[in-house]
């Protein structure tokens, strides 16, 4: 263990005493505009209705993550498939060894939509090529891990060897598939508290093979660099709750670091009775937890991260509870419930509602029972249903506003969101799109929100609290 630590070290504090040069150089595309990404997760070509990569709105964006690749290792707590997809894909590969998991969707589905007529693979890399050829000033990020594909980091971060091995197949995988510019570490979580459980006896170690792991692959894209005379962004998805902010050396972490993606919300949801906002911008007084974007910014600033390192994440969807008791237009969070709705979006995940299910079937028809409800203490979307007591908190064109002018205020990096094919007619890209690029934009009403489809023009039908000053 010793000479393993003292190697690594010196690894690490030679490429974080350069940190400073290299945080100067360009980026893959320089641009001094906030960074506004959007998740493209591989297996949306699967539903019947979807978003094709070549069909999102480049123009108004700057990143496209796409979502997820993989690393090969031990995923004994994901689902039967994953297991079996995982097996065979790295079937006689070395613990490390970095994927695409879903390579039928990645590089042989055809798909409409444009490909690009200048590489050999379709499927989603074939638009995704196109797309960059359409918009060379676009960023597409090759994001590894999430929450069921993060099991085999605790493996890898074990060995230098196993290390190398990751960071050598990343810059392969970077090669071979060159509209990437470069690449986000999603692990949940160095320290524990993934899928999978591991970690929380090892959170030390854990710490120091994050760091670790992220220098490695750092000297890896400068050798790609120097090779194809390229920039490669370094990201990280991470969580700024206080269970998960120790597990990281942000000291170290922070100058490998283009971007820090922080995934701001899901703060409640159906694994809980508690009820409330999932993704506020503010707390209040009834704020479960205290838990918000906007006191998870300042941790991270709070750690040494600069605010324009900081992109905060933005759910286009929203979660849902039954059962909710004692619910009022002037106390929308920190209620009980018997649980999360026992329906939704996705069969597989109950109570979990795209913004685009939200905004045709329940915002756009009102006999369905629901009325919209906006919290401007917390600046958040509720939608509530008093005869079935059916609440969904989501975020909206007016919620989405309220965070594009805290990233001006406050002169952060950007936001992001979870994820493309889940918006409506554009109405979220829409809203940060003019958030970010007007001096101040419009709060939106209620029977503005959704454009077309308002829920009705009747104040009687939708309510908000008063800011407080």
Known sequence: MAPRTTHWSSCCAALLATSTLFSGMALSHPTDEPVVALYYPDWKIYNKQYITPSQLPADKITHVIYAFLAVCGPVTASPDNVQRIMAQACQNKPTGTAIVFDNFAATQKSLPGKTSENVSYLGNFGQLKYLTEQHPTLNILASFGGWTLSEPFHSVIQSKETQDVFARSVRA????????????????????????????????????????????????????????????????????????????DWPAVTPLLNHVFLMSYDYLGNWSNTVGHHSNLYATPATPDGLSVSGQVQSLIQQGIRPDQIIIGSPFYGRGWQGVKHFTPERMEGLDSEGGIQKGSNLDEPGYFTYSDIAEHFLAKPQLGFTYYYDQNAEAAVLFNPQRNEYISFEDTRSLTAKAHYIREHQLGGIFAWEATADYQQQLVNAIHAGLNTTKSPMLTPSQTVENTAISPHSTNTYSTEKKK
């Open 173 to 248: 995988l970077l090669e071979k598939y060159d509209f990437f510019t470069g690449v986000q570490i999603d692990w949940e979580y160095p320290g524990g508290h993934g899928l999978a459980g591991i970690g929380l006896d090892n959170r030390e170690q854990e710490k120091q093979g994050f760091t670790q792991l992220l220098a490695t692959l750092k000297q890896e894209l400068r050798y790609l660099e120097n090779k194809t005379q390229r920039h490669y962004e370094l990201s990280a998805a991470v969580n700024a709750s206080p269970k998960f902010t120790g597990s990281i």
